[in-house]
């Protein structure tokens, strides 16, 4: 399985950006799909999550509610986050993660998810 999270760069404030993640030798249909972010000497933090069932729920850290929306492609089998009116506070290294497996109590929890990508860099300046 491999997820190639790409779409981070450095940008203003109050700009936008969306986040791909494609997935490889995994059907992301059936999965919980995440993103996290993490800035140095900071635990990974959760970010957004999409439930695994159709019309899945979805989850927003409180910091990020009503500016990124995680989205899904399961033609393409990739997520998304879209990214609007960015604050310098949202620079972090951001990560995508899926799960087949979780429960809806645990979607926000990064120590319950099996794949990650590798994460992109986003940086917004003041």
Do not use: H
């Amino acid at each position: 399985v491999q997820l190639q999270a790409s779409g981070g760069g450095l940008v203003q404030a109050g700009d936008s950006l969306r986040l791909s993640c494609a997935a490889s030798g995994r059907n992301l249909s059936r999965d919980t799909v995440a993103w996290f972010r993490q800035t140095p000497g900071k635990e990974r933090e959760f970010v957004a999550s999409e439930f695994r069932f159709t019309g899945g729920t979805t989850r927003y850290t409180d910091s990020v509610k009503g500016r990124f929306t995680i989205s899904r492609d399961n033609a393409k089998n990739t997520v998304y986050l879209q990214m609007n009116s960015l604050k310098p506070e949202d620079t972090a290294i951001y990560y995508c993660a899926v799960d087949g497996s979780l429960i809806l109590s645990s979607i926000t929890n990064a120590q319950q998810y099996d794949f990650w990508g590798r994460g992109t860099l986003v940086t917004v300046s003041s």
